[in-house]
Nanobody
C-alpha cells in the first residue's frame, strides 16, 4: 500500500510563498498522478492542482491558476506544490493524493498540512 506524507505548511503573510512537499513510499510512481486538495474551515474539500508523474501533465483549479505550480522529483520520490502570491482565502489544510492512471478517484491520501495566510 502506497503511503503519502505532506510537509511544508505554516503561517505566511498575504503575498508570500510556501512550498508543500509530498513524499511517497512506492517503489515506482510512474503510473500515478499526484493531486493536491484543500479543505478550509466550514467548507468541503476542493481540488487545487494535479500532475501526472511521468508525463508531467498538469491541471489547476481556476482559483490558483498563475499562482500555484505542482512539480515532481523522481529521485527524491517527492511531489511539490509551489504556492506564490498567497491570499487569506488560501488558508486551509492541504492534502496530497495519488491515483493510478485510468482510475477516476484518488485512492491514497496523506494526512494533510495546515497553511495559514494572514492578512
Amino acid at each position: 500500500q502506497v503511503q503519502l506524507a505532506e510537509s511544508g505548511g505554516g503561517l505566511v503573510q498575504t503575498g508570500g510563498s510556501l512550498r508543500l512537499a509530498c513524499a511517497h513510499s512506492a517503489l515506482t510512481f510512474t503510473n500515478y498522478a499526484m493531486g493536491w486538495f484543500r479543505e478550509a474551515p466550514g467548507k468541503e474539500r476542493e481540488f487545487v492542482a494535479a500532475i501526472t508523474w511521468s508525463e508531467r501533465r498538469t491541471a489547476y483549479a481556476d482559483s490558483v491558476k498563475g499562482r500555484f505550480t505542482p512539480s515532481t522529483d523522481n529521485a527524491k520520490k517527492t511531489g511539490y506544490l509551489q504556492m506564490n502570491n498567497l491570499k487569506p482565502e488560501d488558508t486551509a489544510v492541504y492534502y496530497c493524493a495519488a491515483k493510478l492512471r485510468g482510475q477516476e478517484n484518488y485512492a491514497v491520501w496523506g494526512e494533510g498540512t495546515l497553511v495559514t495566510v494572514s492578512s
